[in-house]
């Protein structure tokens, strides 16, 4: 069984940053494949940004060039998401997916992290 928790979030002013980080354990060895998503009150949640070990990542528009997705180097169970140029309209609960990467594309899992709360405001 592969546990997921995500860390990093908190309160923010408009134009600040975050580093969430997404750490697996349990029954794995390294994360192929991650989806973080982003759930905001009385919205349905939305996928934000997708890695593979291939080497894929991708990016909602509402994101990209303000957030980036990446694996640890040497700690391969922990999956950063680093944001940027932050907007109130960033906030939301975020969570993690350990999805499958199949042939260089994300696709996800059951395997859900508890979310961590991203708040982004004066």
């Known amino acids: 069984q592969v546990q997921l928790v995500e860390s990093g979030g908190g309160l923010v002013q408009p134009g600040g940053s975050l580093r969430l980080s997404c750490t697996a354990s349990?029954?794995?060895?390294?994360?192929?494949?991650m989806g973080w998503y982003r759930q905001a009150p009385g919205k349905q949640r939305e996928l934000v940004a997708t890695?593979?070990?291939?080497?894929?990542?991708?990016y909602a528009d509402s994101v990209k060039g303000r957030f980036t997705v990446s694996r640890d180097n040497t700690k391969t169970t922990t999956v950063y998401l680093q944001m940027n140029s932050l907007k109130p309209e960033d906030t939301a609960v975020y969570y993690c997916?350990?999805?499958?990467?199949?042939?260089?594309?994300?696709?996800?899992?059951?395997?859900w992290g508890p979310g961590t709360q991203v708040t982004v405001s004066q």
């Open positions: 349990g029954a794995i060895v390294s994360i192929n494949a």
């Open positions: 997916n350990n999805g499958i990467d199949y042939s260089g594309t994300y696709y996800p899992t059951p395997r």
């Open positions: 890695f593979t070990a291939s080497g894929t990542t991708t």
